[in-house]
């Protein structure tokens, strides 16, 4: 597949191989960009910048309309991409797919609601306008967890703001990131507005962060990248949205209702493998109501198929890689070494180059073990007990990171005032499954800054510039 600058497929001569993660099969080679397609790129999207920020908003919103129709057309096509590429489930990719475009016709709508305000002045002879307009060129740089949705979020409200777009996808699941960008040019990208470069990580974004045409970075990784890229964009002062780790807490009060906290840990822990940042990593559940609910969820749990992402009953692919498959694994032997025991699972499988993990839940886990103190990024749910609330919600805070918290309970008060107190951007309260297009995506503290979704989302591609008006 090919690399797009100004609207041109290019390849290079030099390619990097992207293998399927359940048996390391070659899946096909894509170009590996260096600092000359880098410079290119910016040139492209500066030159399409000056044509695209005088585009109507209409005009915006329809040619995303197009796109999300070629999204949704191709959703078969580009779920089986994914799936090969990254391992997630094909029904999980499907549904990644949707999620994807989900962001494309909400961001064609909110193209629509860049809103101004006039503000009453102090002097009679004084009009105050404040006027909305883009950013300029915007440099997105993805992780394979998510390889449609992280583009679409970032791509669709920079175009509909009137931005346009430099995309660095993630070396291991460049090839869903090409094809979206593709069906783009088929649903008429103008040259420049969305260009895409597969290469060394450090080589591009080193020349995009040092370019000061490129005025806003939005990255979505690990914390330790996003910081380095954080003190990168100091130098040309680039607007910055970060979305980076989390170490989520799962709280169960005595009161909540038990089906539904055992639904909300399967769909908060096991998607994509666990592999999201919004997973819910620490488990804290009430002494009263902890071993009925750890029997509940080792039955669900159980119930889980893990195999191969393109098999239709298969709820868990493997991990992306050796790294993170050995990860998983250390924090489980961590635990156990020190005092927690497995309710089910417990091992992993790396044969044949897969990197596969059995859903695994461990039981008597204190705050001091690895797994309660890093993100596993892994299929492994560490349950440990409390027994009052205002303790469970000091411990689910004692982290630097606040990406995504839940809450079960059935009362209301508890459940609006617990809420407030957790540190976090994204409460999923009696909820498994927080996110939404709609919705302000993004977290407190080191898990970075900048809200993607929701109305708020296209307000990071739009610089305010404030008008006094004698007359
Ligand atoms: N918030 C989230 O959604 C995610 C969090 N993570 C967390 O991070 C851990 C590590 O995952 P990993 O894939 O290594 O995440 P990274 O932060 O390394 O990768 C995310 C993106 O950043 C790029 N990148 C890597 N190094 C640099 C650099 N020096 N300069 C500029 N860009 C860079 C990567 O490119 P390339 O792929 O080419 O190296 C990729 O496109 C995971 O185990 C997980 O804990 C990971 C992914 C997503
Ligand atoms: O950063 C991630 O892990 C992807 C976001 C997942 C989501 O949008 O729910």
Redesign the pocket.
């Known amino acids: 597949m090919n690399i797009v600058v100004d609207g041109e497929n290019i390849q290079t001569e030099k390619t990097f191989p992207v293998y399927n993660p359940i048996n390391q099969e070659w899946l096909a080679s894509v170009p590996d960009a260096g600092e000359d397609e880098a410079k290119r790129a910016v040139e492209a999207a500066h030159r399409a910048f000056h044509n695209w920020k005088h585009t109507t908003a209409d005009e915006r919103s329809v040619f995303l309309q197009r796109w999300f129709q070629l999204i949704e057309d191709h959703t078969d096509e580009l779920a089986e991409v994914m799936t090969r590429e990254q391992g997630k489930p094909l029904k999980e990719a499907r549904g990644e797919i949707g999620y994807a475009n989900s962001y494309i016709s909400w961001f064609a709508e909110e193209a629509k609601r860049i809103y101004g305000q006039t503000i009453p002045a102090s002097k009679p002879d004084k009009r105050i306008l404040i006027q909305k307009q883009p950013v300029g060129v915007v440099a997105a740089?993805?992780?394979?967890?998510?390889p449609a949705a992280?583009i679409t979020r970032k791509v669709a409200p920079a175009i509909a703001a009137g931005c346009t777009v430099l995309i660095?996808?993630?070396?291991?699941?460049p090839l869903t990131a090409l094809r979206l960008v593709e069906l783009a040019h088929e649903a008429g990208a103008p040259p420049g507005l969305i260009n895409i470069l597969?290469?060394?990580?450090?080589t591009?974004?080193?020349v995009w962060?040092s370019d000061s045409r490129v005025t806003k970075l939005s990255?979505?990784?690990?914390?330790?990248?996003?910081k380095?890229?954080m003190k990168?964009s100091a130098d040309t002062m680039k607007r910055i949205s970060l979305?980076?780790?989390?170490q989520a807490p799962f709280i169960v009060l005595p009161d909540a209702d038990l089906d539904k906290a055992v639904a909300g840990a399967i769909a908060s822990k096991f998607r994509n493998a666990g592999?999201?940042?919004?997973c819910s990593n620490r488990f804290f559940v009430h002494e009263s109501i902890v071993d009925t609910f750890t029997e509940k969820l080792k039955a669900a749990v159980e119930a889980l198929k893990v195999g191969d992402g393109m098999d239709p009953e298969t709820d868990i692919g493997p991990l992306?890689d050796q790294?993170?498959y050995e990860?998983v694994i250390k924090h489980m032997e961590d635990a156990v070494d020190n005092g927690a025991e497995i309710v089910t699972g417990g091992a992993g499988d790396p044969s044949e180059g897969s990197f596969f993990i059995q859903p695994t839940i461990l039981k008597n886990v204190t705050d001091s073990m690895l797994c309660m103190n890093?993100?596993?990024?892994g299929p492994l749910v560490p349950i440990a007990s409390f027994s009052d609330e205002s303790s469970a919600i000091e411990r689910a805070n004692d982290t630097p990171f606040g990406?995504a918290a839940y809450l079960f309970t059935e009362n209301i008060s508890k459940a609006l005032t617990l809420s407030e107190k957790l540190d976090y951007g994204i409460v999923g309260l009696n909820d498994g499954s927080p996110s939404a297009a709609q919705a302000p995506f993004g977290g407190f503290k080191e898990?970075?800054m900048g809200r993607e979704g929701g109305p708020q989302g296209i307000e990071e591609y739009l610089e305010t510039k404030y008008i006094s008006l004698g007359v």
């Open positions: 740089i993805t992780p394979w967890n998510f992280m660095k996808p993630a070396e291991q699941t597969t290469g060394d990580a450090e591009i974004s080193n962060m990255f979505t990784g690990s914390t330790e990248v996003g380095l890229l990168k979305e980076l780790g989390g592999q999201t940042c919004i992306i790294g993170a990860k890093e993100e596993t990024f990406l898990s970075g």
